[in-house]
Structures are given as C-alpha cells and as structure tokens.
C-alpha cells in the first residue's frame, strides 16, 4: 500500500511596509490571491515572516516543500552594481536579505521556488543578471502597457521549446501586469521562456533545473485563466515530487 501524503506546505514570503525611510516599525502583507492560487492549486499555504535567525530559517526550509516569492518594490541597485535612479523604490533590505538566503538554500536543497514579478527579478539578480530600473521608450514601453495602467493586463509570447511552453501552451496569453523595471541582462545559463512584443523577457527559466519557476507578470490576479492553473498545478506538482522524496 502506497504513502498518503497530505497537501505540500508552501512558504509564500510577505512585502514590508512602513510609512518610515527606516523601516523601525513596518508591517508584513500578503495578497491573499498568492495564498488563494496555492490552494486551488492543491497546496496548503504557510506565510514566512522576515527572520534572520539562522536556526529559525532553516526550520522554515525543513518545514516546507516548495517556495513562493511573492512582488514587491524594487530591489537595491546596488545589488547588480548601479546607482539608485530618481523612480527606483527600494524595497526593505531586511526583506531583500531574507529572500536571497532563501532562495540560495532552498535552491541547494533542490526546493521548487517560484518568483513573481519583483520575485523574478531577484532571481536573476542573484543569478548574476541584471535589471533595468525604468523602462523607458522608445526601447520599451511604447505599445505595452508593463505598468498596467490602462486595463492591467497585456499580451506575453511563450517560447516554443521551453518547459513553460510546455505548462501554459505555446503562443500568446493575456497576463496581468504591474512593474515598471525588468530583465537588462540575463543571469547566466538562463534562457528566456516568454517576452512581450518589445522583447522585454517575461519569464526565464534553466534549462537543466526545473524546480526553478518565475514570471515577471502577476498571475495570482488571474485566479480563474488557464494561464494561472497551469503554472500552480504545476508548480505544486513539483512541490508534491519534492515532498514524496524528503519523505519516502
């Protein structure tokens, strides 16, 4: 008689906010559509406060069997060797540190990580890539709407040949978005897996680590398309492979 295991447990980490520079007193969010497209997905969602305990973020990563980075502000510039522009809004480097650990360590133990948006752009910072902090016309941000200020949503073009192509389908999706910086350079042994008609990469992925997900757009908003239940059950599939091995 085969194991019964219960649904994987999935980190989702949370954006710091605070009406102070300093960030002396903040507080910990989370849209609940991240929690809600886990578990329609068949996960069950734990929330990961900002902690830099040692003891207590390895605890998090043996307790869990898959990781969600979830959008934020922008990431520090300097991260990827560039000043601060004047539109840059840097995120709580407390936040940015405490995902960076992580992503190293969760990536070492071979856990399924998913980034989302400024998740993405973490990812391939700390892969070695880098970021633009604007994206300015006439290159980019002419005829796409990155921002999401007229209806929130535009066009991407999955990649034949990926393994995303493979999760969503080939072709153009409709995908909701906000962001106003994205992919300059790509990390290293990545490879594109969408772009949007400017040719600003969407989605990255290594080709020889599929427990690595990301997507520059925000599909949890899109509880009910095709597009979003596929890359979570997919996503979670991986998170049930992962938990079937630690746990054989």
Request: aromatic residues 8%; hydrophobic residues 35%; proline residues 7%.
């Amino acid at each position: 008689m085969s194991k019964r295991f219960p649904a994987p447990l999935i980190g989702i980490t949370c954006e710091a906010v605070s009406k102070r520079k300093d960030f002396a007193n903040y507080d910990l969010l989370c849209d609940h559509r991240y929690a809600a497209a886990v578990t329609e997905a068949g996960g069950h969602p734990v929330l990961l406060p900002i902690n830099h305990r040692e003891s207590l973020r390895n605890r998090y990563l043996e307790g869990i069997d898959g990781l969600v980075i979830v959008g934020g502000d922008d990431l520090d510039p300097t991260w990827y060797g560039e000043r601060p522009e004047k539109r840059t809004k840097i995120a709580f480097r407390n936040r940015s540190k405490f995902e960076a650990w992580l992503y190293k360590a969760g990536k070492t133990r071979e856990l399924p990580i998913l980034g989302i948006c400024y998740g993405l752009q973490l990812i391939n910072v700390l892969e070695g890539g880098t970021l633009y902090q604007h994206i300015h016309p006439p290159k980019h941000g002419d005829n796409v709407d990155h921002e999401g200020k007229k209806n929130g949503l535009h066009p991407i073009t999955v990649i034949p040949g990926t393994r995303l192509a493979k999760i969503l389908g080939k072709g153009r999706k409709l995908v909701a978005t906000q962001h106003h910086q994205g992919i300059r350079t790509l990390a290293p042994d990545f490879i594109p897996s969408a772009i949007a008609s400017d040719g600003l990469i969407e989605a990255m992925e290594h080709p020889k680590n599929p427990h690595i997900f990301t997507v520059q757009w925000h599909p949890e908003r899109q509880l009910h398309s095709q597009t979003t239940q596929r890359l979570f059950r997919a996503f979670v599939r991986s998170c049930q492979h992962y938990q079937r091995t630690k746990n054989p």
